[in-house]
């Protein structure tokens, strides 16, 4: 079972809060990079309730605090068979982050990014469950960027719609 034993101390010390940041840097440039709001984007229908394009740079870097957080977190109360399910989990949902920026803004294929939305959707989840079970509050950090990883795949639903891309 992936928990952190009661007797078992939790570890200190900087190391994971360094590699989270590198980490989350990283992934934040890469998904920016490939996020161009540029002519095409803003040519694009969009439904009213779209929130204004200032607040997703906002939001994400508050879900990004979190997500760091919450790794750090769950990796000091892990043992090992749980930090490398975690790591994976880890490696996996950064992928999938930047690969849908990448879809819907630098391929402008908002029916491919809603596909892949699905398995970024899915691999939060598998990570609330799994850090739930390590650290509850590690796992309950995550529910913000569940919550607006739905929310935004929800748009990319209506703005794949409206564009008649589906």
Request: proline residues 7%; contains cysteine; aromatic residues 12%.
């Amino acid at each position: 079972m992936l928990t952190h034993a009661p007797d078992r101390p939790v570890s200190t010390g900087p190391a994971p809060i360094i590699v989270a940041v590198v980490c989350l840097v990283v992934l934040g440039a890469l998904g920016g990079l490939a996020t161009e709001i540029g002519p095409w984007y803003a040519s694009l229908l969009k439904p009213s309730w779209q929130p204004p394009d200032w607040l997703f740079g906002p939001v994400w870097t508050t879900i990004y605090i979190l997500i760091g957080t919450a790794a750090v977190r769950a990796w000091r109360r892990a043992d090992a068979a749980a930090k490398n399910q975690m790591l994976w989990l880890w490696i996996i949902n950064g992928l999938l982050n930047v690969v849908w920026s990448v879809l819907f803004f630098t391929m402008k294929r908002p029916d491919w990014a809603l596909l892949e939305v699905v398995a970024l959707w899915l691999s939060i989840a598998a990570l609330v469950l799994v850090l739930m079970r390590i650290d509850r509050l590690a796992g309950a950090l995550l529910l913000p960027y569940l919550a607006w990883v739905s929310f935004a795949a929800y748009l990319n639903l209506t703005i794949a719609q409206l564009n008649r891309f589906i």
